[in-house]
């Protein structure tokens, strides 16, 4: 079935380590690829895209992702992780461009340790 | 420049009434397309909407209904209210009817059906 996994339900990482999240997608071809960040009482915000070309795409407040083809996958990676940072993550793509309908996973909790 | 805007912020029904959802999306921002995020999943595609017209629809049942005003604002109504529809709501916008650029999310309305 076509879907988009985020193996990880809660991640916590010391504040200053470096932070990946993964993301997995099982659909024919390449979907177009998000990644988004929803913190408490606010909507989603676009933390970065991928449609084609360079595999490694950078995206706002010094995130970074790599789209793998053979291994499907979208991870979401950060060098160096700020309080802030505290959130959900969500991994999203859209199937079938030409359509928009975004098919999110379920999400990572990240937690950030002082 | 105001952001997408939804309301009501919270709402509690009981089971079997109805109730409607308002969003109006950022100026100039002709598509916008609900979705429905249950409490530890990701949102789920509900509607489209581009021009007034329906481009798409989610799994959803026909309690589900949206359309949109000339002005591109919207309103998604739910009818005969039932437990499991208790969620967040969340509107999103955008300037181009295929999704090969960014959502742009509101705060969402936070639904509760006892």
């Known amino acids: 079935a076509q879907s988009v996994t985020q193996p990880d339900i809660h991640i916590t990482v010391s504040e200053g380590a470096s932070l990946e999240l993964r993301c997995n997608y099982s659909?024919?071809?390449?979907?177009?690829l998000f990644w988004y960040v929803q913190s408490p009482g606010q909507g989603l915000q676009l933390l970065l895209k991928y449609f084609s070309g360079d595999t490694l795409v950078q995206g706002i407040k010094g995130f970074e992702a790599e789209f793998k083809r053979s291994q499907s996958s979208f991870n979401l990676r950060k060098p160096s992780v700020h309080w802030s940072d505290a959130a959900e993550y969500f991994c999203?793509?859209?199937?079938?461009?030409?359509?928009?309908?975004?098919?999110f996973g379920t999400g990572t909790r990240l937690l950030v340790s002082p | 420049d105001a952001g997408v805007t939804q309301s009501p912020t919270h709402l509690i029904k009981t089971r079997g009434q109805h109730v409607t959802l308002r969003c109006s999306p950022i100026s100039g921002h002709k598509s916008v397309s609900w979705y429905q995020q249950v409490l530890g999943q990701g949102p789920q595609f509900i509607f489209q909407y581009y021009e007034k017209e329906e481009r798409g629809r989610g799994n959803f049942p026909d309690r589900f209904s949206a359309r949109q005003f000339p002005n591109y604002s919207s309103e998604l109504n739910v009818n005969a209210l039932l437990l499991g529809d208790s969620a967040l709501y969340l509107c999103a916008s955008s300037s181009i009817v295929h999704n090969t650029g960014e959502l742009f999310f509101g705060e969402g309305s936070r639904l509760t059906v006892l």
């Open positions: 659909y024919g071809a390449t979907p177009y």
């Open positions: 999203a793509v859209v199937p079938s461009p030409g359509f928009q309908k975004l098919v």
